[in-house]
């Protein structure tokens, strides 16, 4: 099992690519590591970052898959024991550590490589990877609480590293945000990031835009702690604004083993065609196609595949699969995974949503933290670019508005902000729904939400334990265990 002592204690490129061509090949040989230049660093650790939050393509589980299990978005078909351990809420040192430390041997690794490139020349390169190491530790943070930080990533120089406070990590964010924004506007004669950039293909203003958004995802979260207006005027002061479109990683995914994109490659079918075991034993809950019918809502049949008998879901931690009716629970009778998510092999894989983006800023509209903005029309647009990303034309997405319905409508909604995390919940289903789950942790939002049969506790998770490898590795330094039912992250006190 990995752990920091092994990903700190030597410098070397793991998975460095062998052509500027194909992003997708990688040299694995310890013994004989390529030429450390940013060009073959970035799309590495932009390939990483997909992983992390769709699965490896080994076929582990990571952060979209966790927030879909919390969040009631899918369950399992009979015939499978997929998920017991997501049904149990069986919180272990075991249980995903797989994203503690993947985050911190692949991703972040990479990531700092980029962050401490020598010489002003390599500025974008820089500031890609400060933007980029915010972003990972963001998740960190939230899904952990204090996490090695400040001396993490020092390799042989520190095995050990000490735990950061939370709330002071999340401080260092934005400075080390601001700074990615302020490397990007004064460089001098930097090296271009061109086409070995697998998200925004060089394009340095919409770096700095991404950069805003991630800020005021962090903002937006800590909100509940501390006064943020300031920071967030500092984000409107800056000018580029937010993005403007799905953020995703596309290296140059291809139909062949081992270079499919994550989500299509575990979740759909394999290189040869065939459709994935976790296709057949992953669908939708009963609550989320029950919630989605009961609203008319067009996103159902594109989140989730329609059986010719209609949309079935599954209780979560249903062990009974012959009531009522026998084999009616059988993959083929059931609601997979849909085809406004399953889209192909070589797709993008999305690590920020735009209708994420436009939710956070109608959430600061409505907080009073942003003072420019209609928090309504940044609603219907957050509603507009998940019914756009899945592949429903305009026109009827239009008609799912004016039903005057709270929770849909806007001026129909007495609560706010429990509108925005419910439309949240929905957009980010099945693509980042572990940001619904912090947030559902945040706020209680979307009320009503049940839990699995076979969780013992009153509601689910709150957060992940510290890996096994970490207590072994570096124990003295591992803060005790929190109540991974109980002892929320920061924000959610």
Request: charged fraction near 20%; proline fraction near 5%.
């Amino acid at each position: 099992m990995k752990n920091i002592r092994k990903y700190l204690s030597v410098l070397m490129v793991a998975l460095l690519l062998t052509s500027c061509e194909d992003f997708l090949d990688v040299n694995v040989d310890p013994n004989n590591p390529t030429e450390v230049t940013p060009n073959l660093v970035l799309p590495s650790a932009q390939k990483y970052t997909a992983n992390l939050i769709h699965g490896t393509d080994a076929g582990a589980r990571r952060i979209n898959t966790l927030g879909n299990m919390m969040m009631y978005n899918w369950s399992q078909s009979d015939g499978f024991a997929w998920y017991p351990d997501e049904f149990k809420y069986l919180v272990t040192s075991s249980f995903y550590q797989g994203i503690f430390n993947d985050s911190y041997s692949s991703a972040l690794k990479q990531y700092h490589i980029l962050d401490m490139m020598e010489g002003s020349r390599y500025d974008y390169y820089k500031a890609i990877g400060k933007i980029m190491k915010a972003y990972h530790f963001q998740l960190l943070v939230d899904l952990y609480g204090d996490i090695p930080y400040t001396e993490a990533l020092l390799r042989k120089d520190n095995a050990t590293p000490k735990y950061d406070n939370q709330v002071e990590i999340y401080a260092d964010l934005l400075v080390q945000l601001d700074a990615a924004i302020g490397l990007i506007k004064d460089a001098v004669a930097p090296v271009a990031v061109g086409d070995d950039d697998a998200m925004f293909g060089g394009d340095m203003e919409e770096w700095v835009r991404f950069a805003n958004t991630v800020k005021l995802r962090i903002l937006v979260r800590e909100s509940g702690t501390r006064n943020v207006a300031s920071d967030v005027a500092a984000i409107v002061a800056e000018g580029s604004g937010f993005i403007t479109g799905d953020v995703m990683v596309n290296p140059g995914y291809l139909v062949e083993e081992g270079k499919q994109n994550p989500f299509w490659n575990f979740y759909g079918k394999d290189a040869g065609g065939t459709v994935t075991m976790t296709n057949n034993a992953t669908c939708a809950s009963d609550y989320v196609l029950a919630y989605l019918a009961g609203t008319n809502d067009p996103r159902i049949d594109f989140l989730y595949e329609k059986p010719a008998n209609g949309h079935l879901g599954v209780p979560q931690g249903l062990l009974d699969y012959d009531t009522p009716v026998v084999d009616a629970f059988m993959p083929s009778e059931v609601s997979n995974i849909g085809p406004g998510l399953l889209k192909s092999a070589t797709m993008g894989a999305v690590i920020f949503t735009l209708a994420e983006s436009n939710f956070n800023q109608a959430e600061a509209v409505v907080s009073n933290l942003l003072t420019d903005g209609d928090a309504g029309e940044l609603y219907k647009d957050g509603i507009m670019a998940s019914m756009r990303y899945l592949g429903i034309e305009d026109t009827t997405a239009a008609k799912y508005f004016g039903k005057n319905l709270a929770l849909i409508d806007w001026d129909s909604s007495p609560n706010k902000l429990q509108a925005i995390m419910t439309q949240k919940w929905i957009a980010t289903n099945g693509l980042t729904a572990e940001q619904s789950w912090f947030d559902y942790t945040r706020t209680g939002y979307p009320s009503g939400l049940p839990k699995s049969i076979l969780g013992t506790s009153a509601d689910r998770p709150v957060r992940l334990y510290y890996p096994a490898g970490e207590l072994s590795a570096n124990g003295a330094n591992v803060p005790v265990q929190p109540n991974a039912f109980t002892a929320k992250v920061f924000w959610g006190n």
